[in-house]
């Protein structure tokens, strides 16, 4: 019987979304440097810096990837959102270069996920920001799987402060193939156990005899 009281729901795949993913919330409000391209009358408060009861056009803020792809919008240009600098080509040419080398859950926590999204935006440098993403991925995956696979039963803290969310979920899918197939090969998935609540009940029983 599982005893998780949350099943965990997975996040959504490219530039779709599962609003039902913790992982995919917590994405939605990542912040996005983004200029206005109209007036927003009586927004000012919104604005630290602002001094006016409105926010002006051409005001340089950082707004929620949800509240930018809300606002955002090919026909009329309300707001514009400039490409974070770890997908700008200076980074690019480092994740060419190797993408092993980097640490991407310092550059960003959802580096995959957010990259996905950025390409809901109408930028030119799209088509290498896509490839980036997949070449980035493919250069990475072997040596996660690889250590997944030769850390079994050892503090994986150090590996997992390096890798991007979805890399962690992959590493941890990894660590637990690894541990049915030890568990498999000791004989371990043969063995069949009782139910929670079958002990509870023979417990409960036995306590009912000795009284």
């Not at 604005?47 to 809300?70: N, R, V, Y």
Request: hydrophobic share 35%; with cysteine.
């Amino acid at each position: 019987m599982d005893s998780q009281s949350y099943l965990p729901v997975p996040p959504g795949v490219g530039m779709e979304e599962n609003f039902l993913s913790l992982d995919d919330i917590l994405l939605s409000h990542e912040r996005l440097p983004s200029r206005t391209e109209c007036l927003f009358p009586r927004l000012g408060f919104l604005e630290k810096s602002a001094d006016s009861q409105d926010i002006p056009e051409g005001t340089k803020m950082e707004l929620p990837l949800w509240l930018a792809k809300g606002l955002y919008e090919r026909k009329r240009r309300v707001v514009s959102v400039e490409l974070p600098k770890v997908y700008r080509e200076g980074w690019r040419t480092v994740f060419r270069a190797d993408p092993t080398v980097v640490d991407l859950h310092k550059m960003g926590p959802y580096y995959y996920g957010l990259g996905s999204q950025m390409l809901h935006f109408d930028s030119p440098e799209n088509p290498e920001i896509a490839q980036a993403l997949l070449q980035t991925f493919i250069g990475r995956f072997r040596r996660t799987m690889d250590s997944s696979q030769n850390a079994y039963n050892e503090d994986t803290s150090a590996l997992l402060d390096r890798l991007d969310c979805l890399e962690r979920v992959l590493f941890k899918m990894g660590q637990s193939g690894l541990n049915s197939f030890q568990g498999w090969e000791k004989g371990r998935a043969s063995h069949l156990t009782a139910s929670a609540l079958v002990l509870n009940y023979r417990k409960r029983k036995m306590a009912d005899l000795q009284a």
